[in-house]
């Protein structure tokens, strides 16, 4: 079962930055498309991000060009660089497998707000 811990969250002003890391467990990590998700308040969760082995990246739209997915394969790691942050990203943010494997991880609370 795959085992993840993110970090990184907290409370920022519109406008500024975050950079969320997600420590992941298993051999599998330098293989697999790894994503982070996020769920708003009332929302379904939502992939936001996503990035292949290759280092290769996608966004939803919402996002692109403010986030950057990025990860370590020898720290089976990955990183979310968030700028230019607005108050509609305020959501618990998780990663995870890309399609999702298993159970999910306690996630890290983003809030933006003035």
Do not use: H
């Not at 519109?14 to 769920?39: D, H, K, N, T």
């Not at 992939?47 to 720290?75: C, E, M, Q, W």
């Amino acid at each position: 079962q795959v085992q993840v811990v993110e970090s990184g969250g907290g409370l920022v002003q519109p406008g500024e930055s975050l950079r969320l890391s997600c420590a992941a467990s298993g051999s599998i990590f330098r293989f697999a498309v790894m994503g982070w998700y996020r769920q708003a308040p009332g929302k379904q969760r939502e992939l936001v991000a996503r990035i292949t082995s290759g280092g290769t990246a996608n966004y939803a739209d919402s996002v692109k060009g403010r986030f950057t997915i990025s990860r370590d394969n020898g720290k089976n790691t990955v990183y979310l660089q968030m700028n230019s942050l607005k108050a509609e990203d305020t959501a618990v943010y998780y990663c995870n497998y890309v399609p999702p494997v298993g159970g999910w991880g306690q996630g890290t609370q983003v809030t933006v707000s003035s």
